[in-house]
């Protein structure tokens, strides 16, 4: 015989906040990610300004039905991107990483997440649109165009790829831990560049903490690229 569970019901005082009582005693406390636990327990503003990040991707995406992340590490901020769109494939090339994400699913907020190496492949299937946050700057140089390459080569056309890294202007203000993988910084001369032999249209904006704007891009610690209208990869 089943026993009657005879605590008493936790009330709040303010009757709007009693859902987040009843959601914590139904289904328990959501979980940090891998990465997103570090930067709380370390420097909790870099967990918010990450998922500032992905909260302007998300709304440039708005609207587009399959995308993909390339990178995702842990994909804490990757639910706000789900938001946006209709459905999102996100890899990337480290186990532990892809683990903690499947480890950590959601029913409600699922998404197919696996293993990849994009320098080694694209990933099967098609996109209209892909994203890829904090990582081209821990790409060597001589592997960046393979990046770039397999990247454009699951976009359907017209093809949009939003790109954010950190600018090689902030480096000397960045952690020591933070610089040991940053190898690749570049600055928006030569990250539009880079993109321009891939894409038709390049729009580039500075991003200092959390805000997005259009101001002069050597005062800039991040960087974001919109990529539009992709090149055939011959032309690339």
Not at 180 to 188: A, F, Y
Not at 190 to 198: A, H, N, T, V, Y
Request: with cysteine; proline share 3%.
């Amino acid at each position: 015989m089943k026993k009657a569970d005879c605590r008493e019901k936790v009330v709040t005082k303010e009757p709007q906040y009693q859902h987040h009582q009843d959601l914590k005693e139904r289904e328990g406390l959501k979980k940090l990610g891998l990465r997103a636990n570090a930067q709380w327990d370390n420097d909790p503003r870099m967990l918010l300004i990450g998922l500032a990040r992905y909260k302007f991707a998300a709304k440039m995406l708005k609207g587009k039905k399959r995308v993909l992340e390339i990178g995702c590490g842990d994909a804490f901020g990757t639910r706000l991107v789900q938001q946006e769109v209709e459905s999102l494939h996100a890899i990337d090339f480290d186990p532990v990483f892809v683990d903690d994400v499947n480890d950590r699913m959601d029913e409600k907020w699922k998404f197919e997440c696996i293993v990849h190496d994009i320098l080694n492949s694209p990933v099967s299937g098609s996109y209209d649109a892909a994203f890829s946050l904090d990582v081209i700057e821990h790409i060597e140089k001589k592997d960046e165009r393979t990046f770039l390459r397999n990247i454009v080569a699951s976009l359907e056309e017209p093809g949009v790829l939003i790109i954010g890294t950190p600018s090689i202007e902030s480096q000397a203000y960045a952690a020591p831990l933070s610089k040991i993988g940053h190898i690749n910084c570049k600055d928006e001369v030569g990250l539009r560049s880079l993109l321009k032999d891939f894409f038709h249209e390049v729009f580039i904006f500075s991003m200092n903490d959390e805000v997005v704007h259009t101001g002069f891009y050597h005062m800039a610690h991040y960087l974001f690229a919109i990529c539009v209208g992709k090149k055939a990869i011959e032309e690339s």
